[in-house]
């Protein structure tokens, strides 16, 4: 029975590793906290895997681990954080180490605006437009209700086009 | 130079973007023989000793290992320096309280409020009462909506001769009494009391209403039960009181036409007069709504203390799910609906603190945020 479900961790790993990665990278900002995060994601669902009851697809149920595990990360992270930035300034966390992952020029812009607007702007307009997750879906991983997803897409990508606008990335007439 | 983006053209870039991360294959297979690796230790070791421990078992990079290395020397060193050399905003980060432990505190700080005005308006009475001068000339009352805000007080008075003698002096009065319990800000109005002297028909009207309602009371007790509210008119001749009767439909209907007649009856005895009766019990939605009123208060003083644009509250239980409404002076906009969202989630831990405390059972309810114009900018349903 445990190498049937290891099997399948290694077949879920070879589908959605490289999706769940992008996600926690976007949320977190680090590549190395990103990869550490993906690990315990497969670690954690082979562990809870008689908890998977196919109630939503294996992707959803994936993402939403990944999303707990990235929100517990990010709560505990926010005092360290304060430290690094008073003192050891702040660091440019959108840069990739190149040589584990890198991101085509033409995305870069976004990447970076992306890494600029609020968690929860960033989490909607990953699952939703990134990911392609219905709202249904989206909902299911970030336990909200579905009329938040909605309200907050809503909010989230005049936000994004603003941030882009504000790194001069966006030309404002076409707002 | 800038790019052009239309709304169809930041879908098609925000689709690209997942395509344009380009992940080292020669890392992604690292990162699956860690994990496989991980998992056969998992299976080695007993099922149920630790077995979230037992994740932990990760890469640290040299950069963060530095980092923290950094970080234990810096607070070494300020332990060394001493306490006087750490920066308040270090010092208030560390000595942060969690979001819900703010709330408890300030729900604890409402009620110390409430109970040093309940107090101050004790004492106020009393010496005001205790003066011989105003003996039967000087009532007061004092009002607030919201506690946090300075409650004002109203002083009424006899004539226009007593309050010019004595304004000052009733002020002053009270000023030292507010000061002496800590509440600040507070305004005192004094009023000329009208006292016209009702005709003898009135006087008579109100003898009989304070005596049927006596005779109410005595059979309603008699019979075991308690009212909870009553209400006399004399045209037309009606009396309405709501009685805590418990237990099934049909033993409230029996109890309730058994009240009717008798109180009817006494009535009738005593005061030859025919009064037409109504007993009524309290609703599924009263009940609820007794148990909610300290969470619906909680709300109301906590979100205004929080955001002062929050300046109204309602709730309804018809028709479900109960709409918990924050009224405030907003008005719309992208930043007006951010803070109206941020308001509905400091109201919703409200809710949830308080409903804890008190063990009231968990309902799904809508918290609505309203704008200046009573339209409605944000809503979330809580199931």
């Known amino acids: ?175 | 130079m800038k790019k052009q983006y239309e709304d169809t053209d930041l879908d098609i870039s925000l689709k690209k973007l997942n395509a344009d991360l380009l992940w080292k294959t020669k890392q992604k297979q690292e990162l699956k023989k860690r994990i496989i690796s991980d998992i056969e230790k998992l299976e080695s070791q007993e099922r149920n000793k630790n077995p979230i421990l037992s994740t932990s078992i990760k890469k640290v990079s040299l950069i963060k290992k530095i980092t923290y290395s950094g970080i234990a020397l810096i607070i070494l060193l300020g332990l060394f320096i001493g306490s006087a050399f750490i920066s308040p905003a270090m010092a208030e980060v560390v000595s942060k309280v969690s979001f819900i432990n703010q709330i408890v505190q300030s729900l604890k700080e409402t009620d110390d409020r409430k109970g040093r005005l309940d107090a101050l308006y004790d004492e106020i009475s009393k010496k005001l009462n205790e003066n011989k001068e105003y003996e039967g000339k000087v009532e007061v009352g004092m009002s607030w909506l919201f506690s946090s805000e300075p409650p004002s007080f109203t002083v009424w008075v006899g004539d226009e001769d007593f309050k010019q003698e004595h304004e000052d002096e009733i002020k002053d009065i009270i000023f030292k009494c507010a000061k002496s319990y800590k509440i600040d800000g507070v305004e005192v109005v004094l009023e000329v009391r009208d006292s016209v002297e009702p005709s003898e028909k009135n006087k008579e009207l109100e003898k009989l209403t304070d005596e049927v309602i006596t005779i109410t009371q005595e059979v309603v007790e008699e019979k075991g039960y308690t009212i909870l509210a009553s209400g006399v008119s004399t045209n037309p001749k009606k009396v309405t009181v709501k009685v805590g009767i418990e237990g099934t439909e049909q033993h409230y209907k029996k109890v309730k036409s058994q009240i009717e007649k008798h109180v009817h009856d006494v009535i009738y005895a005593k005061k030859h007069e025919k009064f037409k009766v109504e007993v009524k019990r309290e609703s599924e939605d009263e009940i609820k709504g007794q148990s909610w009123q300290p969470i619906f208060t909680a709300v109301m003083e906590e979100t205004h203390k929080k955001f002062k644009e929050t300046n109204g509250f309602a709730y309804s239980f018809h028709p479900k799910p109960l709409e918990i409404i924050l009224k405030t002076s907003l008005s719309k906009g992208e930043e007006t609906e951010e803070q109206a969202e941020r308001i509905e989630e400091y109201a919703r831990q409200v809710v949830e603190v308080k409903r804890k405390e008190l063990s009231v059972e968990a309902i799904p309810y809508k918290v609505i945020i309203r704008d200046k114009d009573q339209k409605e900018l944000y809503e979330e349903l809580h199931n």
Do not use: C
């Not at chain 1, 995305?107 to 600029?116: D, M, P, R, T, V």
């Open chain 1, 1 to 175: 029975m445990s190498e049937y479900r290891k099997l399948e961790i290694a077949d879920w790993y070879d589908q959605h590793s490289k999706s769940i990665l992008s996600f926690i990278l976007l949320m977190v900002k680090d590549y190395q906290q990103a990869e550490d995060l993906t690990h315990d994601t497969f670690v954690k669902a082979y562990l809870y895997h008689n908890s998977f009851k196919q109630h939503s697809s294996e992707r959803t149920w994936l993402f939403s681990i990944a999303h707990n595990l990235t929100v517990d990360f990010l709560r505990k992270r926010k005092p360290s954080r304060f430290f690094k930035e008073v003192f050891l300034f702040q660091k440019d966390n959108t840069s990739l180490p190149e040589e584990m992952i890198r991101i085509k020029e033409e995305s870069s812009e976004l990447y970076k605006a992306l890494g600029e607007i609020k968690d929860t702007y960033r989490k909607v307009i990953v699952l939703r437009k990134i990911k392609g997750f219905s709202i249904e879906d989206t909902a299911k991983i970030l336990s909200w209700t579905e009329s938040k997803v909605k309200s907050t897409l809503f909010r989230a990508i005049p936000a994004l086009k603003k941030q882009l606008i504000k790194e001069g990335y966006l030309d404002e007439k076409t707002i």
